[in-house]
């Protein structure tokens, strides 16, 4: 991301206001010595972490005692090391590789040469294989503090994307005009402050903003993920994470476009809308009650909520230039999301989900959008048995997800396939009251008729054979069947 020169002053001189050097800051005038450099990037590197800071930094023309801008004649660029340049020599010798950037800023006092450093994330770094650390003034070995060793090894995180920055030192004006806040307070049911100041307290008590230099803010990628009134005034990447909706007025993606949006808010502040959009525009079965004509709409609402929300939470969203697409044909609603499910498909309704997104996931919980943890899948089965639907599709891909809702279909019409699922499926929901699935309930979820049950029969062989399902009790065969791996 370009730093703006207001920010860097602002850093530098936020910086220049400590009562004196930290484990993650130290001044220097001129010394450019490639090795002390790079021992001080891995001690820096480690202790920020330590300490619970994300960057670290070193500054030239900064006077160590005083804190004044002197200036400095270091240029990183033109520093050479052998036959090649400092940052490229300084790259190649830690491990492992960390983003630091070298700045040349034009301070009102003097020229400033800034060294951002990313705190280390997944393992200590080492400068020529060897892990330094900042304790005072000194730059030790890491391997000689076992307890600061042991510190940083249960510090270490990795990369989370919820916590990058989406938009850098934006002002207070700028935060409240980018996000949707008042649809924050109103979502998790808490009092609207009034006053600004309370406003961004509770904001980034969410870490949906986190403070910047100079008085300003970052956005998080989770804030604006979560809250932007437009994502297109953030980065493209960020951009490209926006629901796209697609219907076709066919069974498969050759046929005309019937309808197109592209969703522009962020995920809370426009589910309720992209939710109620969808259910306007399905089809709906009429159904004659005692007295009234009832419309049902084709799929439940219930379940599009489900999976909806499950493709935007357990997305993967370092994959670029993809996002989560919902797709609807005359037969069948697709809902795919980039990243293969870290939980294998025939396991997802019954395991806990796992999230590469968990603070999405749990803000989204909070504003009461999708289910409580581990039961949304669950109901997306259990609503498709109720309108006896045929069962819903899970299928990962090597860099995607993909669940299909199917619109209604008879037995005589469900391929062997889906036949299996549902039996399945039907299997794992008893298992999980508590109870079995037998030829009866089967037939029931299924929509055979009891003279009929003998088809019923046929479907669970396939599934015994298939491995999908097994007697609960061998010795007492009609106690029922439970999944495979009950």
Same mark, same amino acid.
């Not at 830690?94 to 630091?100: G, H, N, R, W």
């Not at 649809?183 to 910047?212: C, H, M, W």
């Given at each position: 991301?370009?730093?703006?020169?207001?920010?860097?002053?602002?850093?530098?001189?936020?910086l220049?206001?400590l009562?004196?050097?930290?484990?993650?800051?130290?001044?220097?005038? #001129?010394?450019?010595?490639?090795?002390?450099?790079?021992?001080?990037?891995?001690?820096?590197?480690?202790?920020?972490?330590? $300490?619970?800071?994300?960057?670290?930094?070193?500054?030239w023309?900064?006077?160590?005692?005083t804190?004044? %801008? +002197?200036?400095?004649?270091?240029i990183?660029?033109?520093?050479?090391?052998?036959?090649?340049?400092?940052?490229?020599?300084?790259?190649?010798?830690l491990?492992?590789?960390?983003?630091?950037s070298?700045?040349t800023?034009?301070?009102?006092?003097? *020229?400033?040469?800034?060294?951002?450093?990313? @705190?280390?994330t997944?393992?200590?770094?080492?400068? #020529? /294989?060897?892990?330094?650390v900042?304790i005072?003034?000194?730059?030790?070995?890491?391997? =000689?503090?076992?307890?600061?060793?042991?510190?940083?090894?249960?510090?270490?995180?990795?990369?989370?994307? =919820?916590?990058?920055v989406?938009?850098?030192?934006?002002?207070?004006?700028?935060?409240?005009a980018?996000?949707?806040?008042?649809?924050?307070?109103?979502?998790?049911?808490?009092?609207?402050?009034? #006053?600004?100041? /309370?406003?961004?307290?509770?904001?980034?008590?969410?870490?949906?903003? %986190?403070?910047?230099?100079?008085?300003?803010?970052?956005?998080?990628?989770?804030?604006?993920?979560?809250?932007?009134?437009?994502?297109?005034?953030?980065?493209a990447g960020?951009?490209r994470?926006?629901?796209?909706?697609? @219907?076709?007025g066919?069974?498969?993606?050759a046929?005309?476009v019937?309808h197109?949006?592209?969703?522009?808010k962020?995920?809370?502040?426009?589910?309720?809308?992209?939710?109620?959009?969808?259910? $306007?525009?399905?089809?709906?079965?009429?159904?004659?009650?005692?007295?009234?004509?009832?419309?049902?709409?084709?799929?439940?609402e219930?379940?599009i909520?489900?999976? +909806?929300?499950?493709?935007?939470?357990?997305q993967?969203?370092t994959?670029?230039?993809?996002?989560?697409?919902? =797709?609807?044909?005359?037969?069948?609603l697709e809902?795919?999301?980039?990243?293969?499910?870290?939980v294998k498909?025939?396991?997802?309704?019954?395991?806990?989900?796992?999230?590469?997104?968990?603070?999405l996931?749990? *803000?989204?919980?909070?504003?009461?959008l999708?289910?409580?943890?581990?039961?949304?899948l669950?109901? %997306? +089965?259990? @609503?498709?048995? %109720?309108?006896?639907?045929?069962?819903?599709?899970?299928?990962?891909?090597?860099?995607?997800?993909?669940a299909?809702?199917?619109?209604? *279909?008879?037995?005589?019409?469900?391929?062997? =396939?889906?036949?299996?699922?549902?039996?399945?499926?039907?299997a794992v929901?008893?298992?999980?009251?508590?109870?079995?699935?037998?030829?009866?309930?089967?037939?029931?979820?299924?929509g055979?008729?009891?003279?009929?049950?003998?088809?019923?029969?046929? +479907?669970?062989?396939?599934?015994?054979?298939?491995?999908?399902?097994?007697?609960?009790?061998?010795e007492?065969?009609?106690a029922?069947?439970?999944?495979?791996?009950?």
């Amino acid at each position: 991301m370009t730093q703006p020169l207001e920010r860097d002053i602002a850093l530098i001189d936020d910086l220049r206001a400590l009562p004196a050097e930290t484990s993650w800051v130290e001044f220097k005038s #001129n010394n450019s010595d490639p090795d002390m450099i790079g021992k001080r990037c891995s001690a820096l590197a480690n202790a920020a972490r330590i $300490d619970g800071h994300d960057l670290a930094y070193m500054l030239w023309g900064i006077a160590d005692e005083t804190h004044d %801008v +002197v200036g400095t004649d270091f240029i990183p660029d033109a520093k050479k090391v052998g036959n090649q340049v400092l940052p490229l020599w300084l790259a190649n010798s830690l491990q492992p590789s960390i983003a630091f950037s070298f700045r040349t800023v034009q301070h009102p006092q003097g *020229r400033v040469v800034l060294l951002e450093i990313p @705190a280390a994330t997944g393992a200590p770094v080492a400068f #020529n /294989g060897v892990q330094y650390v900042r304790i005072g003034s000194a730059t030790p070995k890491l391997t =000689e503090y076992p307890d600061r060793y042991q510190q940083l090894i249960e510090r270490l995180q990795p990369y989370r994307w =919820e916590q990058g920055v989406a938009r850098q030192f934006a002002s207070g004006d700028d935060v409240l005009a980018l996000l949707d806040y008042s649809q924050y307070f109103r979502l998790t049911q808490q009092s609207l402050p009034d #006053n600004r100041a /309370g406003i961004f307290d509770k904001l980034e008590a969410d870490r949906l903003i %986190v403070r910047d230099v100079g008085e300003r803010w970052n956005i998080t990628n989770l804030g604006a993920i979560l809250l932007a009134n437009n994502l297109g005034d953030f980065d493209a990447g960020l951009a490209r994470k926006a629901i796209r909706f697609v @219907a076709y007025g066919g069974k498969n993606r050759a046929a005309q476009v019937t309808h197109r949006r592209d969703g522009k808010k962020g995920y809370a502040v426009g589910f309720e809308g992209l939710v109620g959009y969808l259910h $306007d525009l399905l089809p709906k079965n009429e159904h004659i009650g005692a007295a009234l004509r009832e419309a049902h709409p084709l799929f439940p609402e219930l379940a599009i909520r489900e999976l +909806v929300a499950n493709a935007l939470i357990h997305q993967d969203m370092t994959i670029t230039g993809a996002g989560p697409q919902i =797709e609807l044909f005359e037969d069948r609603l697709e809902i795919s999301n980039p990243g293969a499910p870290l939980v294998k498909t025939e396991r997802m309704i019954d395991l806990p989900p796992r999230s590469r997104n968990e603070a999405l996931a749990d *803000r989204m919980r909070r504003m009461r959008l999708c289910e409580e943890q581990g039961s949304g899948l669950d109901k %997306v +089965v259990e @609503a498709c048995e %109720v309108f006896q639907l045929p069962p819903p599709l899970f299928r990962a891909e090597e860099q995607s997800f993909q669940a299909v809702l199917y619109g209604p *279909r008879s037995f005589a019409e469900m391929t062997p =396939e889906e036949r299996m699922r549902a039996c399945y499926f039907h299997a794992v929901l008893k298992f999980l009251s508590g109870d079995k699935m037998k030829n009866a309930s089967l037939c029931t979820r299924l929509g055979i008729s009891p003279k009929n049950a003998a088809q019923a029969t046929t +479907v669970i062989n396939k599934a015994l054979d298939a491995g999908l399902i097994r007697v609960a009790d061998p010795e007492h065969p009609r106690a029922g069947y439970v999944p495979h791996w009950a």
